[in-house]
């Protein structure tokens, strides 16, 4: 039988099987998609370093590859079912079942679908793109933004909290990364195109993490980017393909108007489906924001009510790629003394 699978391999999931092939354990590793490395390979490069993401995912590929760690790539996992012998059976699209002693969920957050905020035009006005968006097309050609229309740039804005801290949407919380990248993009969008006027429109500014704080500054003092407290209302495209938006400065209760050129939606994370799926199959606690429940936050940040399945990663709520190494690092650890 196998000692751990592992589902998803993103950054959380490789890293796990990494460490937990290295303390002599026999993993196997499934994963949905036809590639590892989850979402931050389609990222062109991470805050706050600024480093190219695919560094990250060439690291993480050559390591498996050099442990020669078993993974199964276009294998979606289906379902978990716990035996009464306690151990595994895992169920999945390749219609064959494997059996393990314990299992780490590793399947990360999906992004927040802007089609579902109507009024902000994502997926009908050609100039409204979404963070995700931009930084694939960064990691495709590093070259300076075009819009769709090759009209020239002069004014962008940031939307911040697009899915996020929103009733509307039904997620409540914070996703803990998007301030940080928009004020990344709009550096980099500046660096690009110097010329171009860049606005953020926030609720509030979430920068918690080493050099966020740094990086905020320098949008404001090095490159004049604008931070406005405000909401958006409402966007409708200009027969020029510009768009008008409809704001409110939050600070001064006042509505007001701005035309830009290109607006960049700065999505938040949601729960995969597959977590609702293995709640279901496998009686899995989820918070109130439909990402898996850690048995203890403080204590046992990996263990589930489920004795012997675990979590690494962005599955237990929104994480930036240094939290989300210190949780596969510490799932190690607890599937380690589980097994013990
Ligand atoms: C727009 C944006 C930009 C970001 N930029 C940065 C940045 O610059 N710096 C930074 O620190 N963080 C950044 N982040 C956060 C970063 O993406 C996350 O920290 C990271 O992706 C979390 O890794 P993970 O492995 O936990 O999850 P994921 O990357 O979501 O990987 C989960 C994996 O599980 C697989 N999976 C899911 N369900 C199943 C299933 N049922 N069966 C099999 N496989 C499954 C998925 O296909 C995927 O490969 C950004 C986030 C966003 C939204
Ligand atoms: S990180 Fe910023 S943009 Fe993202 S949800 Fe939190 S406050 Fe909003």
Not at 34 to 54: D, E, Y
Not at 273 to 282: I, L, P, V
Request: proline share 3%.
């Amino acid at each position: 039988m196998i000692d751990v699978i592992i589902i998803g391999a993103g950054i959380a999931g490789i890293d796990t099987a990494c460490n937990l092939h290295d303390a002599g354990y026999d993993v196997l590793v499934l994963e949905k998609e036809k590639s590892m490395g989850g979402n931050v390979q389609h990222w062109s490069t991470l805050f706050p370093s600024k480093r190219n993401a695919h560094e990250v995912i060439s690291y993480y590929t050559e390591q498996v590859r050099k442990r020669g760690i078993t993974m199964y790539l276009n294998t979606f996992v289906n379902s978990i079912k716990k035996q009464d012998d306690g151990s595994f059976e895992i169920h999945t699209s390749r219609e064959v079942s494997f059996k393990c002693k314990s299992v780490i969920i590793a399947t990360g957050y999906s992004l927040f679908n802007a089609q579902r905020k109507e009024e902000y035009g994502y997926g009908i006005y050609s100039h409204v793109l979404t963070s995700a968006d931009l930084e694939k097309h960064w990691q495709k050609q590093s070259a300076e933004f075009v819009s769709p229309t090759q009209k020239p740039l002069n004014k962008v804005a940031f939307i911040h909290c697009v899915g996020s801290r929103d009733e509307k949407s039904g997620n409540h919380y914070c996703s803990k990364v998007c301030c940080v990248t928009a004020v990344k993009q709009a550096i980099t969008l500046k660096q690009q195109s110097p010329h171009t006027q860049v606005f953020c429109f926030y609720m509030d500014l979430r920068m918690y993490g080493p050099g966020f704080e740094e990086m905020y500054r320098e949008a404001q003092e090095k490159w004049g980017i604008q931070f406005i407290r405000g909401r958006l209302s409402e966007v409708a495209e200009h027969i020029d393909g510009s768009l008008q938006l409809k704001a409110e400065d939050t600070l001064s209760a006042r509505p007001f108007k701005i035309s830009v050129d290109m607006l960049v939606l700065m999505v938040g994370m949601e729960s995969q489906k597959s977590t609702a799926m293995f709640a279901e199959s496998c009686n899995i606690t989820c918070a109130s924001n439909r990402f898996i429940q850690p048995l203890d936050h403080h204590l046992q940040p990996n263990a589930t009510n489920v004795e012997g399945l675990f979590t690494a990663g962005a599955c237990i709520g929104p994480l930036s790629v240094f939290d989300t190494l210190n949780h596969s690092k510490s799932a190690t650890l607890a599937v380690t003394s589980y097994l013990k």
